[in-house]
């Protein structure tokens, strides 16, 4: 098809920019949904999938829809894994993490360390009257918590970070067509260098131990160690980036609806109800991506082989024939986990429980601690506050005050 067909058939999908995907979404969106659920985006240069049926159909259907491509540009920086991977294949590399992710283990090996990492950073900046959430608060958490998952707490959290701003940056320009940094395969090789030990350690001592002590059990095909630190990799940047995400988002949805700040301040056990009301306002990721295997009809639109299928997880998340009145938070919802932030199918998040832990630990402990914490009201707070993003969502800064 032309681009001047696309154009034609898909009006709306056409008009919208990148400027309104990074910033207010919603209604361009809500849009789609109605008229165009599968739509062509040349913004995008891709598909984009808005219902909540739809996007569920897609990530279950991993025959139809797969990750393993070509364009898939982790893939490139770090090599295959779970994240690029379908079929057999996708299983081998994703079972050595599964039992160590499981919500019991992460829950009898997490707790501790991050109602400790938590607290301290609380406590450090408790005295201050006032913060930037994400970078002080979130973002520390979510690092301490996969520099302990991969066992890196003899490394230097801040060498850890340049690592992967540098691998994610090196992803970026490889999603834009430029070859893989010379940056990026160093810091990547560092990492690997580094994490090397953490995996041949007591399987006790952390989670990428533990998966490599698991790795092959049951099956014919172990991963070798290169393999096993390609998912290490890329279970690091999902832990920091949406985690941090996730946090700030949290607290940018409690801060700014003050019917469900004194609910949950009423009743602390309406933490994880706000939280996962949180998920499905806002997903710190907001598509996940697959390509299509062979020609195929969705939505009303015929889509062909080899074309890259975005589902707006933001989309989903916000479906009126699922969630009524979706772009308000609402703590009464009766079907809040009907959200798809943590997608669906094969590749559903492997560090959910994680995150959720982490989310818990952060609301709890700083509604505690800060009881009149509030947004600091000036208009570039208030603006910063907002979450924002193309592939990632969240506030760009999270200032906030109390006393």
Aim: hydrophobic residues 40%.
């Amino acid at each position: 098809m032309t681009s001047s067909t696309l154009a034609d058939l898909f009006p709306i999908g056409n008009s919208i920019s990148i400027e309104t995907l990074e910033n207010n979404v919603y209604p361009a969106l809500h849009q789609l949904r109605t008229h165009e659920p599968v739509s062509w985006l040349p913004a995008l240069n891709a598909w984009l999938v808005t219902k909540h049926d739809l996007s569920i159909e897609v990530m279950r259907d991993a025959k139809t829809y797969t990750v393993d491509h070509p364009g898939f540009s982790t893939a490139q920086v770090v090599g295959p894994s779970m994240l690029s991977l379908d079929g057999h294949t996708h299983q081998s590399h994703r079972m050595p993490f599964e039992k160590p992710f499981r919500k019991r283990e992460v829950t009898n090996r997490f707790t501790e360390a991050v109602t400790q990492q938590v607290a301290t950073l609380l406590h450090g900046f408790k005295k201050n009257g006032g913060a930037e959430l994400r970078r002080d608060f979130a973002g520390p958490i979510a690092v301490q918590a996969m520099v302990t998952a991969l066992g890196l707490e003899e490394t230097p959290v801040q060498q850890v970070l340049t690592w992967y701003d540098t691998i994610v940056q090196a992803v970026t320009l490889v999603a834009k067509g430029e070859p893989v940094s010379a940056a990026g395969q160093a810091a990547f090789q560092a990492l690997k260098t580094t994490l090397m030990p953490s995996l041949h350690a007591d399987p006790n001592s952390s989670l990428l131990a533990a998966a490599g002590a698991s790795n092959g059990t049951g099956a014919n095909n172990a991963l070798d160690e290169d393999q096993i630190v390609s998912n290490a990799a890329v279970l690091l940047f999902g832990g920091i980036e949406t985690t941090e995400g996730m946090i700030a988002n949290a607290l940018y949805h409690l801060l700014t609806t003050p019917e469900a700040l004194e609910m949950v301040r009423a009743d602390n056990a309406l933490i994880p109800t706000a939280i996962e009301e949180s998920l499905r306002m806002e997903p710190a990721a907001a598509v996940v991506d697959r390509y299509t295997t062979t020609e195929v009809t969705i939505g009303g639109a015929t889509v062909p082989t080899d074309a890259l299928l975005e589902i707006s997880l933001l989309g989903a998340n916000r479906d009126p024939e699922v969630f009524s009145n979706p772009d308000q938070f609402d703590l009464t919802r009766d079907n809040l986990r009907a959200h798809v932030t943590f997608a669906q199918g094969p590749h559903v998040c492997l560090g959910l429980h994680l995150a959720r832990l982490e989310t818990q630990q952060a609301l709890e402990q700083a509604l505690t601690a800060l009881p009149n914490i509030k947004l600091r009201s000036d208009a570039e707070s208030q603006a910063d506050a907002k979450p924002r993003g193309l592939i990632f969502r969240k506030p760009k800064a999270l200032n906030a005050v109390w006393g």
